[in-house]
Nanobody, 123 residues
């Protein structure tokens, strides 16, 4: 069992920045691939970004490429999502998720999920 706790969400104006954090329990964090997903009101949850277990590869949704950066600190059991140039359409609840080793962009591939953190971008 892996527990995930997200933080860092909030209200920000368009063009601003936020950094989300997700802390995972467990001694084998370095073997986890981590993903960020988001769900806007009335919409299905969608992929945002993911990073492989050794930080060798990262993946981004087209809608956030060039604006968001995913990174990890295995010493702190933490994955980050740096979000710059935020837009109102980035407003959503952001979730982190974990699976072993290989990152994917498919929600169904992930085994454990956090409770989410709200990000609201005002225009």
């Amino acid at each position: 069992q892996v527990q995930l706790v997200e933080s860092g969400g909030g209200l920000v104006q368009a063009g601003g920045s936020l950094r989300l954090s997700c802390v995972a329990s467990g001694r084998t964090f370095s073997t986890y691939a981590m993903g960020w997903f988001r769900q806007a009101p009335g919409k299905e949850r969608e992929f945002v970004a993911a990073i492989t277990w050794n930080s060798g590869l990262t993946y981004y949704a087209d809608s956030v490429k060039g604006r968001f950066t995913i990174s990890r600190d295995d010493a702190k059991n933490t994955v980050y999502l740096q979000m710059n140039s935020l837009k109102p359409e980035d407003t959503a609840v952001y979730y982190c998720a974990v699976r072993k080793f290989i990152a994917t962009m498919k929600e169904a591939d992930y085994d454990y999920w956090g409770q989410g953190t709200q990000v609201t971008v005002s225009s």
